[in-house]
Protein backbone atom coordinates (compact mmCIF):
# COMPACT_ATOMS: atom_id res chain seq x y z
CA UNK A 1 0.00 0.00 0.00
CA UNK A 2 1.50 2.94 -0.73
CA UNK A 3 2.06 5.42 1.85
CA UNK A 4 -0.38 9.24 2.34
CA UNK A 5 0.89 11.70 -0.42
CA UNK A 6 1.76 14.03 2.42
CA UNK A 7 4.61 11.56 3.54
CA UNK A 8 5.68 9.91 0.30
CA UNK A 9 8.82 12.16 -0.38
CA UNK A 10 9.93 11.36 3.32
CA UNK A 11 11.95 9.18 4.82
CA UNK A 12 10.58 5.66 5.72
CA UNK A 13 11.09 6.32 9.10
CA UNK A 14 8.44 9.28 8.97
CA UNK A 15 6.08 7.52 6.77
CA UNK A 16 5.88 4.91 8.82
CA UNK A 17 5.47 7.30 12.50
CA UNK A 18 2.55 9.00 10.23
CA UNK A 19 0.65 5.81 9.47
CA UNK A 20 0.95 4.33 13.46
CA UNK A 21 -0.46 7.27 14.71
CA UNK A 22 -2.95 7.59 12.01
CA UNK A 23 -4.17 4.01 13.30
CA UNK A 24 -3.24 4.87 16.94
CA UNK A 25 -5.71 7.58 16.77
CA UNK A 26 -8.46 6.00 14.58
CA UNK A 27 -8.83 2.79 16.82
CA UNK A 28 -9.13 5.29 19.88
CA UNK A 29 -11.17 7.11 18.35
CA UNK A 30 -12.96 5.61 15.14
CA UNK A 31 -12.74 9.10 13.82
CA UNK A 32 -10.70 9.49 10.68
CA UNK A 33 -10.75 13.66 10.83
CA UNK A 34 -8.85 13.37 14.29
CA UNK A 35 -6.49 10.84 13.15
CA UNK A 36 -5.11 12.61 10.34
CA UNK A 37 -5.13 16.09 12.70
CA UNK A 38 -3.08 13.99 15.40
CA UNK A 39 -1.15 12.39 12.51
CA UNK A 40 -0.19 16.06 10.56
CA UNK A 41 0.64 17.49 13.87
CA UNK A 42 2.99 15.24 14.65
CA UNK A 43 4.36 14.88 11.01
CA UNK A 44 4.49 18.87 11.98
CA UNK A 45 6.72 18.60 15.02
CA UNK A 46 9.05 16.17 13.68
CA UNK A 47 9.85 18.53 10.65
CA UNK A 48 10.27 21.86 12.45
CA UNK A 49 13.72 22.64 12.50
CA UNK A 50 13.67 25.17 15.67
CA UNK A 51 11.65 22.72 18.22
CA UNK A 52 11.45 24.30 21.39
CA UNK A 53 10.00 22.25 24.55
CA UNK A 54 7.95 23.48 27.05
CA UNK A 55 8.11 20.50 29.24
CA UNK A 56 11.22 18.55 30.15
CA UNK A 57 11.34 15.56 32.11
CA UNK A 58 13.92 13.14 33.39
CA UNK A 59 13.25 9.86 33.46
CA UNK A 60 14.22 6.29 33.58
CA UNK A 61 13.48 4.30 30.17
CA UNK A 62 13.72 1.14 29.44
CA UNK A 63 13.13 0.04 25.84
CA UNK A 64 13.28 -3.54 23.88
CA UNK A 65 14.76 -3.95 20.50
CA UNK A 66 16.68 -7.33 18.59
CA UNK A 67 19.55 -8.57 18.15
CA UNK A 68 21.16 -7.82 14.15
CA UNK A 69 22.61 -10.02 11.64
CA UNK A 70 26.16 -8.83 11.64
CA UNK A 71 29.40 -9.84 12.76
CA UNK A 72 30.99 -8.39 15.86
CA UNK A 73 34.63 -8.35 15.26
CA UNK A 74 34.42 -6.77 12.20
CA UNK A 75 33.48 -3.47 13.59
CA UNK A 76 36.02 -4.02 16.75
CA UNK A 77 38.79 -2.05 17.19
CA UNK A 78 41.78 -4.70 17.35
CA UNK A 79 43.51 -2.92 20.52
CA UNK A 80 39.91 -3.67 22.13
CA UNK A 81 39.91 -7.67 20.85
CA UNK A 82 44.09 -8.02 21.73
CA UNK A 83 42.64 -6.35 25.51
CA UNK A 84 39.69 -8.87 26.26
CA UNK A 85 41.95 -11.62 25.18
CA UNK A 86 44.57 -11.68 27.86
CA UNK A 87 41.58 -12.23 30.06
CA UNK A 88 39.21 -14.59 27.97
CA UNK A 89 41.04 -16.51 25.06
CA UNK A 90 37.81 -17.56 23.19
CA UNK A 91 35.89 -14.43 23.79
CA UNK A 92 32.62 -14.64 22.74
CA UNK A 93 30.44 -11.39 21.20
CA UNK A 94 27.42 -10.72 19.99
CA UNK A 95 26.06 -7.24 17.96
CA UNK A 96 22.58 -5.79 19.20
CA UNK A 97 20.65 -3.08 17.33
CA UNK A 98 19.55 -1.00 19.86
CA UNK A 99 17.78 1.62 18.84
CA UNK A 100 16.51 3.54 15.35
CA UNK A 101 15.23 6.62 14.24
CA UNK A 102 11.84 6.94 14.55
CA UNK A 103 9.06 5.88 17.50
CA UNK A 104 9.99 3.32 20.23
CA UNK A 105 7.67 2.16 22.99
CA UNK A 106 8.82 1.02 25.91
CA UNK A 107 8.13 2.49 29.90
CA UNK A 108 9.02 5.73 31.23
CA UNK A 109 9.55 5.54 34.96
CA UNK A 110 9.22 8.55 37.62
CA UNK A 111 9.26 8.51 41.13
CA UNK A 112 8.94 4.53 40.82
CA UNK A 113 5.80 4.17 38.63
CA UNK A 114 6.33 3.02 35.38
CA UNK A 115 4.04 3.66 32.39
CA UNK A 116 4.36 2.72 28.93
CA UNK A 117 5.38 6.04 26.70
CA UNK A 118 5.85 6.49 23.03
CA UNK A 119 9.17 8.39 22.30
CA UNK A 120 10.39 9.90 19.89
CA UNK A 121 13.90 9.49 18.63
CA UNK A 122 15.88 11.74 16.25
CA UNK A 123 19.04 11.51 14.43
CA UNK A 124 20.98 13.11 17.11
CA UNK A 125 19.39 10.94 19.85
CA UNK A 126 20.26 7.73 18.09
CA UNK A 127 23.74 9.36 17.57
CA UNK A 128 23.63 9.86 21.77
CA UNK A 129 22.39 6.67 22.56
CA UNK A 130 25.49 4.92 20.57
CA UNK A 131 27.84 7.27 22.11
CA UNK A 132 26.43 6.88 25.68
CA UNK A 133 26.03 3.34 26.00
CA UNK A 134 29.71 2.78 25.49
CA UNK A 135 30.75 5.32 27.86
CA UNK A 136 29.11 3.78 30.77
CA UNK A 137 30.22 -0.09 29.81
CA UNK A 138 26.86 -1.56 30.41
CA UNK A 139 26.23 -4.74 32.09
CA UNK A 140 24.87 -7.12 30.33
CA UNK A 141 21.84 -9.22 32.34
CA UNK A 142 18.90 -11.48 32.17
CA UNK A 143 15.59 -9.59 32.11
CA UNK A 144 14.96 -6.34 34.26
CA UNK A 145 15.24 -7.69 37.53
CA UNK A 146 18.33 -9.21 37.51
CA UNK A 147 21.58 -7.73 39.11
CA UNK A 148 24.02 -10.72 37.97
CA UNK A 149 26.74 -9.44 35.32
CA UNK A 150 26.96 -12.15 32.34
CA UNK A 151 28.71 -9.92 30.37
CA UNK A 152 29.30 -5.90 28.91
CA UNK A 153 29.01 -3.79 26.15
CA UNK A 154 33.14 -3.04 25.41
CA UNK A 155 31.89 -1.44 22.00
CA UNK A 156 28.91 1.00 20.16
CA UNK A 157 28.61 2.67 16.67
CA UNK A 158 26.05 3.76 14.58
CA UNK A 159 25.28 2.45 11.21
CA UNK A 160 22.93 3.66 8.08
CA UNK A 161 20.74 0.72 7.20
CA UNK A 162 17.96 1.50 4.94
CA UNK A 163 17.54 5.12 5.22
CA UNK A 164 17.80 4.93 9.11
CA UNK A 165 20.44 5.61 11.39
CA UNK A 166 20.49 2.88 14.05
CA UNK A 167 22.50 2.38 17.47
CA UNK A 168 24.80 -1.16 17.66
CA UNK A 169 26.23 -2.28 20.48
CA UNK A 170 28.72 -5.15 20.71
CA UNK A 171 28.63 -7.22 23.40
CA UNK A 172 31.00 -9.61 25.40
CA UNK A 173 29.34 -12.87 27.31
CA UNK A 174 31.69 -14.07 29.86
CA UNK A 175 28.64 -16.58 31.37
CA UNK A 176 28.75 -20.09 30.17
CA UNK A 177 24.92 -20.82 30.23
CA UNK A 178 23.77 -17.41 28.62
CA UNK A 179 26.37 -18.30 25.27
CA UNK A 180 24.45 -21.15 24.78
CA UNK A 181 21.61 -19.82 24.79
CA UNK A 182 22.67 -16.98 22.71
CA UNK A 183 23.33 -19.92 20.30
CA UNK A 184 20.34 -21.31 20.60
CA UNK A 185 18.50 -18.18 19.51
CA UNK A 186 16.85 -17.83 22.86
CA UNK A 187 18.42 -14.51 23.78
CA UNK A 188 17.69 -12.53 20.73
CA UNK A 189 16.45 -9.43 22.05
CA UNK A 190 17.89 -6.95 24.34
CA UNK A 191 16.39 -3.91 26.20
CA UNK A 192 18.80 -1.25 27.80
CA UNK A 193 17.83 0.53 30.79
CA UNK A 194 19.01 4.36 31.42
CA UNK A 195 18.33 7.96 31.99
CA UNK A 196 17.29 10.12 29.24
CA UNK A 197 15.71 13.72 29.36
CA UNK A 198 12.10 13.79 27.72
CA UNK A 199 10.52 16.82 26.17
CA UNK A 200 7.25 18.08 24.81
CA UNK A 201 5.67 20.76 23.74
CA UNK A 202 2.36 20.26 25.51
CA UNK A 203 0.55 17.57 27.97
CA UNK A 204 -1.42 16.29 24.32
CA UNK A 205 1.62 16.02 22.09
CA UNK A 206 4.46 13.41 21.70
CA UNK A 207 7.61 12.83 23.78
CA UNK A 208 10.88 13.61 22.37
CA UNK A 209 13.91 12.02 23.54
CA UNK A 210 16.16 15.24 24.03
CA UNK A 211 19.04 13.88 25.70
CA UNK A 212 20.44 10.70 26.73
CA UNK A 213 22.10 11.18 30.17
CA UNK A 214 23.06 7.45 31.35
CA UNK A 215 22.74 3.60 30.30
CA UNK A 216 23.86 1.26 32.42
CA UNK A 217 22.37 -2.18 31.67
CA UNK A 218 21.26 -4.25 28.48
CA UNK A 219 18.88 -6.79 29.29
CA UNK A 220 18.67 -9.98 27.09
CA UNK A 221 15.20 -11.27 26.71
CA UNK A 222 13.41 -13.53 24.40
CA UNK A 223 10.87 -12.45 21.81
CA UNK A 224 8.57 -15.08 22.12
CA UNK A 225 7.99 -13.97 25.32
CA UNK A 226 9.09 -9.80 25.28
CA UNK A 227 7.93 -7.41 22.47
CA UNK A 228 10.32 -4.98 20.82
CA UNK A 229 10.13 -1.47 21.35
CA UNK A 230 11.72 -1.03 17.64
CA UNK A 231 9.46 -2.16 15.60
CA UNK A 232 12.18 -1.70 12.79
CA UNK A 233 14.82 -3.40 14.50
CA UNK A 234 17.13 -6.18 13.02
CA UNK A 235 16.26 -10.24 13.74
CA UNK A 236 18.64 -12.96 14.81
CA UNK A 237 22.35 -12.09 15.31
CA UNK A 238 25.74 -13.58 13.78
CA UNK A 239 27.47 -14.21 16.94
CA UNK A 240 31.78 -14.62 16.83
CA UNK A 241 33.54 -17.08 18.57
CA UNK A 242 37.52 -16.15 18.25
CA UNK A 243 39.90 -19.03 17.71
CA UNK A 244 42.99 -18.87 19.85
CA UNK A 245 45.92 -17.48 17.89
CA UNK A 246 48.23 -20.09 16.85
Partial sequence: MAPPKIVRNEPEHIQE???REFQRVEDQTSNVLAAKQAADRLLYLVKRKNYHASISEHMLVTMTAQITEMDATSFLPKNIIDSIRRIDAHPFFAVYDIGVE??????AAKHGI???TRKLWSFAAIKDLAKRIKADMASVIIGHDSNYSVGKVIHSFNKKIKDKLHALAVVHITDVETIKKV???EFDICSIEGDV????ASANDPWYVRAVEQINKLALGNSKVDRAGFSSAGILATIQEL???E
Fill in 17 to 19: MYI
Fill in 183 to 185: KMK
Fill in 197 to 200: TLAR
Fill in 243 to 245: EEK
Fill in 102 to 107: GVSTGE
Fill in 114 to 116: KVA
